[in-house]
């Protein structure tokens, strides 16, 4: 099966935003994010009925700082992959994968490559995408809007299920 892939921002974005905050994998760093949350408000509110007043500055700091940054991590994260988008022209070349029993190649204009089965770390689907990881932090994006037909996609859930030793697909 082939299918020809031109990447667009908002793929990219998506795709990296969900590898890094919502893959398997990232787990422990959305928790570790809520937790921050929480436990900020936990010492805030604790702060408030402790001292109706007014709380020093001091004691504010803390909380505010862990506050800023859960907030700020996904907001720097959503700019990082915009501007990686920009900078990284090969990203938005038309790209043809083929995806066989063997594995999965790509060619481009500027580069080619392939990769077998064996030899890729997961495959994970969300609503939009498919992200083939080739390793932990190495990930492909791969839109459904690309794919000409829900066939096809059904197609390349079979390759993954039966292929790949890690996969996490809507389906299953």
């Known amino acids: 099966m082939q299918i020809t ?7 990219y974005v ?23 949350v929480l436990l900020s408000l936990l010492w805030l509110s604790l702060l408030y009925h402790s001292s109706p007043g007014q709380p020093s500055l ?7 700082v862990s506050m800023a940054l859960a907030g700020g991590l996904p907001l720097h994260t ?9 900078r990284r022209w090969w990203l938005r070349q038309p790209t043809l994968y083929t995806f066989d029993q063997q594995g999965i190649t790509s060619q ?3 580069y080619s490559g392939s990769r ?12 939009r995408s498919f992200l083939i990881y080739l390793s932990r932090s190495q990930v492909v994006v791969i839109p459904k809007r690309c794919f000409r037909s829900m066939a096809q996609v ?12 890690r996969v996490s697909l809507l389906d299953t």
Request: glycine letters at 6%.
């Open 58 to 64: 001091a004691f504010l700091i803390g909380p505010a």
């Open 78 to 86: 959503y700019w990082q992959a915009r501007t990686s988008f920009r």
């Open 14 to 36: 998506q795709g990296y935003m969900w590898a890094y905050y919502l893959g398997v994998e990232s787990r422990p760093l959305v928790v570790g994010l809520a937790l921050a």
């Open 116 to 127: 077998e089965w064996d030899r890729i770390w997961r495959v994970e689907e969300n609503g």
């Open 154 to 165: 059904r197609t390349f859930r079979q390759l993954a299920v039966q292929n790949c030793p």
């Open 108 to 110: 481009a204009p500027s």
């Open 5 to 11: 892939v031109k990447l667009e921002r908002d793929d």
